[in-house]
């Protein structure tokens, strides 16, 4: 069990900025990959941001440029700093861990209990 904790959602103003975290219960070493992902009103979960466990990231197209994720491996806390935000970057914001179950290669996913991001005037 991976036990996820997020926070630094609210309310934003188109062009401003927040910065989420999600501190993990054990060092972030030993998670595979830690993310990102977005569920916005009436749309499905999508993938925002990714961070492996040997610093590679990823960004989806539509925040590229804009967010950030990055860590804080002494802390076992990813963060997302979104920047530029749009009315469109307004969903409820998951922090992911994806682990490997034993010495296998199957993979399991954690989930924090999401945070609201609104951005609007």
């Known amino acids: 069990q991976v036990q996820l904790v997020e926070s630094g959602g609210g309310l934003v103003q188109p062009g401003g900025s927040l910065r989420l975290s999600c501190a993990a219960s054990?060092?972030?070493?030993?998670?595979?990959?830690m993310g990102w992902y977005r569920q916005a009103p009436g749309k499905e979960r999508e993938l925002v941001a990714t961070?492996?466990?040997?610093?590679?990231?990823n960004l989806a197209d539509p925040v590229k440029g804009r967010f950030t994720i990055s860590r804080d491996v002494a802390k076992n806390t990813v963060y997302l700093q979104m920047n530029s935000l749009k009315s469109e970057d307004t969903a409820v914001y998951y922090c992911?861990?994806?682990?490997?179950?034993?010495?296998?290669?199957?993979?399991?996913?954690?989930w924090g209990q999401g945070t609201q991001v609104t951005v609007s005037s």
């Open positions: 992911n861990a994806r682990v490997s179950v034993g010495w296998t290669a199957i993979l399991s996913d954690y």
């Open positions: 054990r060092n972030i070493f030993s998670i595979n990959r």
């Open positions: 961070i492996t466990s040997d610093g590679n990231t």
